[in-house]
């Protein structure tokens, strides 16, 4: 009798959860996790290339002021003539330049403030690319009212085809 009163009760409770096994899932109403969107607030980089043979790297100044700017020239780059360094409207920004160990230091004159962006040109630049037609440009900058260089990225410039 015991046997009986085990298996049946088995089978009930068999029976009873197996509609809650198959009960298919609604993915919609599955809560979707949650994507973060943390809005950038340091200085980066929002276009490089090469303008006639004019090498530009655009950099935008967003969080605190930026006191210099230090750019780290690629190793096939044999020489340029000139650095301009433009605001975004296209006028010059008043800075003092010096080339140090394939190292350019830009100086601001006024420091570059939060929501403006800056562009430097180098103008007549020769670079060997037998060793690749990519050069690569290391930036990094000073902000003010910290110490120390912060990374802003690294600016791409692919070397157009003259064929």
Request: charged residues 20%; glycine residues 6%; without cysteine.
């Amino acid at each position: 009798m015991k046997n009986l009163i085990y298996s049946g009760l088995s089978m009930l409770l068999l029976a009873a959860s197996s509609p809650a096994m198959a009960m298919p899932i609604n993915y919609e109403a599955t809560p979707k996790p949650q994507q973060i969107a943390l809005p950038v607030n340091v200085p980066h980089i929002t276009n490089s290339g090469v303008r006639n043979n004019t090498h530009f790297i655009r950099v935008a100044v967003v969080g605190m002021s930026l006191e210099d700017i230090m750019i780290a020239l690629p190793s096939q780059m044999e020489r340029f003539q000139e650095v301009k360094i433009r605001d975004k409207s296209g006028r010059d920004i008043a800075a003092k330049t010096e080339l140090t160990n394939e190292r350019l230091s830009i100086t601001f004159d006024q420091p570059i403030t939060s929501g403006n962006s800056l562009e430097v040109q180098f103008t007549g630049v020769q670079a060997r690319t037998s060793s690749g037609r990519i050069l690569l440009y290391g930036v990094t900058a000073k902000r003010t009212g910290l110490e120390g260089e912060i990374p802003v990225g690294t600016a791409r410039v692919d070397i157009p085809d003259k064929s």
